[in-house]
């Protein structure tokens, strides 16, 4: 079955600082992938997606490329604001007419001035 | 600014009850999915609708159900409820089931 590995957390960073969190993922055919960020006390906002290989997804910053040889699809950021403070999912959604989003089980990350 | 909102934010039931989450997905997004994400965890699929029929199912047993109405309303039921019900649950809204899901903020259920 679909399954998504992500980094543990909490992640507590330093403004500016740069941000790696780590998603890796085992599916069938070919998956499109995702980040989504939770705010507190709200839903999920989709922040970035790729859908084939090679594929770099960028947002307000963040970058992610697909890399189907290592079934990788890792978050950056370069410098990190305290508005980033936020919880992040790391997502996919496998094959051709795919309903279902297998989330990871999120990374916390905790920015301070 | 997300075009899906759900009612109510915050629900108190109590063990055995019967509870009714309601959504409101964007108009034209004729697929809505619901999610239950559980403290500290990632969000799990519970099960999806398009075009008014169930089209797809997660892990979940048949006490939850749904519906879906013409007017980009939907429901999520569950029927006795258990403590473990207690958590997040997230609609979901899409056109076709592409790629562009949109959640709402969803609502908090407590089962005591």
């Known amino acids: 079955g679909n399954s998504v590995t992500q980094m543990e957390g909490p992640v507590t960073l330093s403004e500016e600082a740069f941000l790696t969190i780590n998603c890796t993922y085992t599916a069938t055919g070919y998956p499109s992938l995702f980040w989504y960020v939770q705010y507190p006390g709200e839903g999920l906002q989709l922040l970035l997606k790729a859908t084939k290989a090679d594929d770099k997804g960028s947002n307000k910053g963040f970058e992610a490329t697909y890399r189907k040889e290592t079934t990788s699809f890792h978050l950056e950021k370069g410098s990190v604001q305290v508005s980033d403070s936020a919880v992040y999912f790391c997502?996919?959604?496998?094959?051709?007419?795919?309903?279902?989003?297998?989330f990871g089980k999120g990374t916390k990350l905790s920015v301070i001035p | 600014e997300t075009g899906v909102t759900q009612s109510p934010t915050h629900l108190i039931k109590t063990r055995g009850q019967q509870v009714t989450l309601r959504c409101s997905s964007q108009s034209g997004h004729n697929t809505v999915s619901w999610y239950q994400q559980a403290l500290g965890q990632g969000p799990q699929f519970i099960f999806q609708n398009y075009r008014e029929e169930e089209n797809g199912r997660g892990n979940f047993p048949p006490r939850f159900s749904g519906l879906q109405f013409p007017n980009y309303s939907s429901e999520l039921n569950v029927n006795a409820l258990e403590l473990d019900d207690s958590a997040l649950y997230l609609c979901a809204s899409s056109q076709n089931g592409d790629y562009g899901y949109t959640f709402g903020s969803g609502t908090r259920l407590t089962v005591v």
């Open positions: 997502a996919l959604l496998s094959g051709a007419g795919s309903y279902q989003l297998t």
